[in-house]
């Protein structure tokens, strides 16, 4: 028996989510040392947003499932080398996205949406220690 199998917009932005996490100096906070600021590309409170345009076969080809496509807005923190990051960043969600679902990733955009200073993190993260 045959039958069609899709993957909604949401799962392909999760995949997006997690596999970025998993880019070595990315999202790690990293407590050791003066600069465990700054090997962060963003900060928790500005989380990554991350838009999908899928497209399905036109034909009804088994093994051709679709193509995606991601728009990937984020806040980097000052000092990160925002080109090789942002490469990293790419190289994973293809990676991992065509991995899961077989689907072919067409191009993956970074947008630079703001840049936080390392300091004003170190700030944000006393106050909450002190709460």
Same mark, same amino acid.
């Given at each position: 028996?045959?039958?069609?199998?899709?993957?909604?917009?949401?799962?392909?932005?999760?995949?997006?989510?997690?596999?970025?996490?998993?880019?070595?100096?990315?999202?790690?906070?990293?407590?050791?040392?003066?600069?465990?600021?700054?090997?962060?590309?963003?900060?928790?409170?500005?989380?990554?947003?991350?838009?999908?345009?899928?497209?399905?076969?036109?034909?009804?080809? $088994? #093994?051709?499932? *679709?193509?995606?496509?991601?728009? %990937?807005?984020?806040?980097?923190?000052?000092? &990160? /080398?925002?080109? !090789?990051?942002?490469?990293?960043?790419?190289?994973?969600?293809?990676?991992?996205? $065509? #991995?899961?679902? *077989?689907?072919?990733?067409?191009? %993956?955009?970074?947008?630079?949406?703001?840049? &936080? /200073?390392?300091? !004003?993190?170190?700030?944000?993260?006393?106050?909450?220690?002190?709460?």
């Amino acid at each position: 028996m045959q039958g069609n199998t899709v993957i909604n917009e949401s799962v392909f932005v999760e995949i997006a989510r997690e596999a970025m996490q998993k880019v070595e100096d990315v999202f790690k906070q990293d407590k050791k040392g003066g600069l465990s600021g700054i090997t962060r590309i963003f900060t928790d409170r500005f989380t990554p947003h991350i838009a999908v345009k899928k497209t399905e076969s036109a034909e009804l080809d $088994e #093994t051709e499932v *679709g193509s995606v496509d991601f728009e %990937v807005k984020l806040t980097v923190v000052y000092g &990160v /080398k925002i080109p !090789e990051v942002a490469q990293k960043v790419r190289d994973k969600i293809i990676s991992e996205v $065509e #991995t899961f679902t *077989g689907y072919k990733v067409d191009k %993956v955009d970074i947008v630079i949406e703001k840049i &936080v /200073k390392p300091e !004003e993190e170190e700030e944000e993260e006393e106050e909450k220690v002190e709460e």
